[in-house]
């Protein structure tokens, strides 16, 4: 089944316009749970109260600001409603990087662009792309949101990453270098064996979220009213020095692609 | 390898409070629908919907028992290429610290990837939850990107995307001389600023200079009382921490 479009625009480009429509990318499959009343077993629900427990109505509720502790300057929802930027319907692709100019802690969320129209100019943008190596820098405003994000040809098509900004990403730079001494000759030799014995390719495939599996397994066995004993598993980790971890591994992968 | 985990993004999002009429600050607090009383922690459960408006009730202690081996390796299962993993998987970032004992290897580690210019794929469990991570170095500590697994991205046919087409050379080259006009070597964080919440900053001092609008409450103890704890705090202090043993 074809998801639907949470969102339409124009990728522009200087003179040329890109007609797309947006899809979410991802989607959350973690398990779902709701709040539930102990008593009654039915949702719960939330309001506001002040501080004698007392309902406050949404209409009645205002939005401050807390300067100091226990002083607020109060917004009202004109002044909210102004600082919220122009909607636009324009994508705009300012400048394109070479992919490794983004860090992976800047992009956030990823969404499949589709051609909305104009298919020649949606694929022809994405070979671009690929060509040259590049991904644009884009800008945008969506939903009462000003984005800023990036846009890339991920195989066949066109993904847009919001990005985080930059007060959001905190920086190695501004953290103390870990204290300890630095590692000799000979564990740097056997670590960097090591590293190669286990270098590959990613592939996502080998990777499966085994809790969320035990844990849908548990609540469908419990929704048919026989859940399962379970036991806390407790492990004991011994330690051992690291030369010895690391000989040990390297033997141990040296064994398997024998067997292999 | 025993690590700790701090968080590596921070919202920029300003937080506003929600005041009542007088200006007396609120309290999101749930309640039941079939009595309208307010509930404590102790008188909700967590229930899973299997059917329409049916509920299997999990405890958390059932949550715990099912969560994989409560510990804090880090279990590296393979070394890649950093840019090579599509971005689509990458989710949140993380920072690892060396936890008492592994200084060593950890600093072994973040030298090893550095000169090899690799990534680490590992897997990691942290509150009952299992991660898999991308790991690499960054100024000689070690950065962990949480990812999304296989089946919590779509792919371009369960969306419907349609397939590629031959499209004229002539486009193409027009885009591509686009891009080769606007390329730059590297991105500003000029670009990536939150105006936002800078307007939203400029307004409120605004207010307050010209005295417009402010209420003063007196503190309630238990808020004055309850403290932020500043994890980036406890981050520094535990990679400038010497080691104790071994």
Sequence with gaps: MAARAIWKGDLKMGPAKVPVKLYSAAQDQSVRFHILDKKSK?????????????????????????????????LDGKELEELEPEPSREIEITQFLAPKEIPPEYYDRPYYLGPDGDQSAYFALTQALHN???EGVAHWVMRKQ?????????????????????????SAKDLPKPAGRAPDKKELTMAKQLVGLLQGEFDPNEYKDEYRQRVMEFIEKKAKGHAPKLHLVKTKRKAASLDKVLSRSIAALRKEKKAA | ????????????????????????????RYYSQKTGDDLEDD??????EYEKGKYVIVTDEELERLAPEQS???????????ESIPPLYFDRSYFLAPSEGSKKAYKLLAETMAKS??????????????????IFPENGILRAETMRFKDELRAPKEVGLPDMKKVPAATVKKFENFIAKHSNNHLSLKDLKDEKAANLLRLVEKKRKQHK???????????????VVDLVEVLKRSLARKQKAA
């Design chain 1, 42 to 74: 039915i949702r719960v629900k939330q309001h506001m109260v002040d501080e004698s427990g007392k309902e406050v109505p949404n209409e009645e509720i205002q939005k401050g600001f807390e300067v100091e502790p226990g002083t607020f300057v109060i």
């Design chain 1, 132 to 134: 040259k190596e590049k």
């Design chain 1, 146 to 170: 000003r984005y800023a994000g990036a846009l890339r040809a991920e195989e066949d098509h066109l993904v847009l990453f919001t990005l985080r900004n930059a007060e959001e990403v905190l």
């Design chain 2, 1 to 28: 390898m025993p690590v700790d985990l701090y968080p590596g993004n921070r919202s920029s999002r300003i937080p506003l409070r929600m005041l009542g009429p007088e200006g007396e600050p609120l309290s999101r």
């Design chain 2, 43 to 48: 008188e909700m459960v967590r229930g899973f």
């Design chain 2, 72 to 82: 804090r390796d880090i279990d590296l299962r393979k070394f890649v290429d950093l």
């Design chain 2, 117 to 134: 210019d690799l990534a680490g794929i590992a897997t990691f469990v942290m509150r009952g939850k299992e991660y898999l991570v991308t």
């Design chain 2, 213 to 227: 609008d402010i209420v003063e409450v007196e503190e309630p103890e238990e808020r004055a009382q309850g403290k």
